[in-house]
């Protein structure tokens, strides 16, 4: 039983094109992320979602568009990818904040842009 | 804005060893300290956690202290093991929607 998956795991694309990466998660919760981990490890937050509403967009530009059907899925599509974009993308999920902050990761999907 | 550093950002152990890594944080309203641990090439997992109304919780080998005057926590391993070989961040939060996480530890527990 996989609690929050992501497709595809690995992404090789060109400077300039378009991407999408979904994100599913079967427990239930209320709240979904995307993170992105650059290079030297550091993990930054990028969207909150909360039952599929936006709540935090972290000043990411806004070729990242992210989109939430239901609230047990968040998906991220990239448009013009730049060689800057290229790391891993981790989706998460959590009950409330108020509630419990517990978060449970995807797999990650690590992108690499030539 | 909310800082929150690790230290140290390297650390090397011998098997058997205890580890120590601290989290500092600047957001007073944080209420939620959690440590997540990555191994290479997986996702980060919570590894252990404490809430602001407690000072230290244990759980086998590893262990929380907090110490919310100060603002630190820090994670506590002993009898370090091969496998406790990793990253590990902090993440405190606050009862909202955005979470920063430290800048990372990265453990390595030599044989």
């Known amino acids: ?114 | 804005g909310e800082n929150v550093e690790q230290h140290p950002s390297t650390l090397s152990v011998q098997e058997g060893d205890s580890a120590v890594i601290k989290c500092t944080y600047s957001d007073s309203a944080s209420n939620y300290f959690p440590w997540y641990k990555q191994e290479l090439g997986k996702r980060p997992q919570l590894i252990i956690d404490i809430r602001s109304n407690v000072g230290e919780k244990k759980d086998q080998r590893i262990a929380v202290t907090l110490n919310k005057t100060a603002k630190h926590f820090s994670l506590h391993i002993t009898e370090t093991q091969p496998e406790d070989s990793a990253v590990y961040f902090c993440a405190p939060g606050s009862g909202t929607y955005k979470y920063i996480f430290g800048t990372g530890t990265r453990l390595k527990v030599l044989a």
């Open chain 1, 1 to 114: 039983d996989t609690a929050v998956s992501q497709t595809p795991k690995y992404l090789v694309t060109q400077m300039g094109n378009d991407k999408s990466i979904k994100c599913e998660q079967n427990l239930g919760h209320d709240t979904m992320y995307w993170y992105k981990q650059d290079s030297k490890k550091f993990l930054k937050i990028m969207f909150s979602y909360n039952n599929k509403e936006l709540i935090i967009n972290e000043t990411v530009p806004n070729r990242f568009s992210p989109k939430s059907p239901d609230k047990a899925h968040l998906n991220l599509h990239i448009n013009s990818l730049e060689l800057g974009d290229s790391a891993v993308y981790f989706c998460a999920s959590s009950q409330r904040p108020s509630e419990k902050e517990t978060q449970y990761f995807g797999p990650g999907t690590r992108l690499l842009v030539l």
